[in-house]
């Protein structure tokens, strides 16, 4: 469910906190939804504990998650800009795209043929 | 947690470790890895107090009166642990050494070991899943465990690593672990140490160190950069780069995992050796 890239240079703190986030933007884990226990997703991971309650501790800064003591974590997106927070990872998913297809030597142009194309395949 | 200072010892006229200090916190992991012979082991058993240092001082940060070993969970690369005796009955013994309620054995019973048998005939996985169990059960705050779990196969490895984990969560513990398998421990250590054979190479949280290393592809050896080592790979030159100050980051340049970058550094201590000069600039 979780994959940690080991050749990222990006911390895995963050690494879980924006795919459990992406896991709520998408719908998969739903308001109220209990979130594993740090001791679970730590030992089905091999990660550091303290690294999982960081991890938690992101999400509930963001407003994603309440942890409730000594009942666990809780997706909680009541009063939450969940729009907001799809344009802010499409933004960002984007930015990554532009930023391979740069490499690849690809225009602006090409980068737009193609996603019009696609674009129109699908419907 | 403990306080290494100017720490050397000596085996006959050999010196096995050299003025190493070092500052163990609580409720960090550590790995401790480096070639063979850099005195991982030696280390361990000096944080463990089964050595004593020739010179140098270690502190445990504990109260008054307190016999460390009272504290930590020791696992030693040579199981000498009760080998007479049937698990349950070390269990026993061990929490009655410690006063603290003997070890569940949980993990144990569900790695099929039978229980009826002296720990001597035993697997040598099994063992190790033994000990390790009654080693946690006293609460430690400390844990240190050598090179052993290559001896485990995978299944039983999962075990212990689930067991060590249920022992952080709950305490805190400070954690040291000797490993030469970096992938399998490398979101679990937060801080990295690296013995070379002439001393500490490289002492980094993990983050810091996999963000202050790089691979460089490039013909000519990077000016200005500190490189670990440089090799070429499949007809193409790489430079392994350490470290990177703050936000420096070469062209062509690609990060690291935790496997390449101590692969890295144990390549440069090899080749230091042959050429009897440092590999890293």
């Known amino acids: ?123 | 947690m403990v306080s290494l200072r100017g720490l050397s010892f000596d085996y006959g006229s050999k010196t096995i470790l050299k003025d190493v200090s070092l500052e163990l916190r609580r409720g960090e992991t550590l790995m401790i890895t480096g070639p063979n012979g850099a005195g991982k082991s030696t280390l361990l058993r000096l944080l463990a107090g089964v050595l004593l240092p020739t010179s140098g001082s270690l502190e445990y940060d504990i109260p008054e009166g307190t016999d460390p070993r009272s504290i930590m969970a020791y696992l030693p690369d040579s199981l000498s642990f009760y080998r007479s005796m049937t698990p349950e009955e070390a269990a026993d013994f061990h929490s009655g050494l410690f006063g603290t309620p003997p070890a569940d054995m949980e993990m144990v019973r569900k790695a099929g070991v039978d229980m009826d048998m002296p720990i001597s005939q035993l697997s040598m996985g099994q063992r190790i899943l033994v000990q390790l169990s009654i080693e946690l059960s006293t609460g430690p705050d400390l844990i240190l465990v050598d090179e052993v779990l290559h001896a485990v196969d995978p299944y039983l490895r999962g075990l212990l690593f689930r067991e060590l984990i249920g022992v952080m969560e709950e305490r805190d513990p400070t954690v040291v672990l000797v490993n030469l398998n970096f992938e399998e421990v490398a979101n679990l250590v937060d801080r990295v140490i690296f013995l070379g054979s002439k001393g500490i190479v490289i002492d980094e949280p993990s983050d810091e160190l996999r963000s202050k290393t790089m691979l460089v592809v490039a013909e000519k050896q990077p000016e200005g950069l500190s490189v670990v080592t440089g090799r070429r790979v499949l007809g193409i030159q790489q430079w392994v780069v350490y470290p990177l100050h703050g936000g420096e980051l070469p062209d062509n340049a690609s990060p690291m995992d935790m496997k390449g970058i101590l692969g890295a550094f144990m390549e440069a201590e090899y080749e230091g050796q042959r050429t009897g000069t440092r590999g890293s600039a």
């Open chain 1, 1 to 123: 469910m979780y994959h940690i890239d080991p050749g990222s240079p990006i911390p895995v703190y963050h690494q879980l906190a924006k795919q459990i986030e992406l896991h709520i933007l998408s719908g998969d884990l739903g308001d109220g939804d209990k979130l594993p226990s740090i001791r679970e997703l730590a030992s089905e991971l091999r990660i550091n504990p303290n690294t999982i309650a960081k991890t938690y501790g992101i999400l509930e800064r963001k407003g994603l998650v309440v942890s409730r003591k000594g009942r666990g974590v809780f997706v909680s997106i009541r009063g939450f800009d969940i729009d907001e927070s799809r344009h802010e990872l499409f933004t960002e998913l984007t930015e990554e795209y532009l930023k391979k297809a740069g490499r690849l030597g690809l225009s602006d142009d090409d980068i737009l043929d193609l996603l019009s194309s696609r674009l129109k395949g699908r419907k």
